[in-house]
């Protein structure tokens, strides 16, 4: 069955950066777009980012252009997200997704893993 394995959650202080990491398993990794939601408390699921399967294609959201990356490694069937510039805003559970396609990672992801903590302090 597929698998997504987040890991690289963390306390850090306003500022400061997290690399996120999401390991994949039981699928044809470079056929799926993969990318990052995030829930804060109290507070519903929203789309961060996507990458393409080829890696050429990103989409991020307006809240986190400019402070995060994502990437993806093929022959690791890994896909990261660069966190820089950490608000208190940023805190959340982020969940690694997968979909067919850009389009549906980031509506109705066909996969999520169970999600990695991250928390600013101010």
């Known amino acids: 069955q597929v698998q997504l394995v987040e890991s690289g959650g963390g306390l850090v202080q306003a500022g400061g950066s997290l690399r996120l990491s999401c390991a994949a398993s039981?699928?044809?990794?470079?056929?799926?777009?993969m990318g990052w939601f995030r829930q804060a408390p109290g507070k519903e699921r929203e789309f961060v980012a996507t990458?393409?399967?080829?890696?050429?294609?990103?989409i991020l959201a307006d809240s986190v252009k400019g402070r995060f990356t994502i990437s993806r490694d093929n022959a690791k069937n890994t896909v990261y997200l660069q966190m820089n510039s950490l608000k208190p805003e940023d805190t959340a559970v982020y969940y690694c997704?997968?979909?067919?396609?850009?389009?549906?990672?980031?509506?109705?992801?066909?996969?999520w893993g169970q999600g990695t903590q991250v928390t600013v302090s101010s």
């Open positions: 039981g699928l044809t990794f470079n056929n799926y777009a």
């Open positions: 990458i393409s399967g080829g890696g050429g294609w990103t």
């Open positions: 997704i997968a979909g067919s396609t850009t389009a549906q990672a980031m509506d109705v992801p066909a996969y």
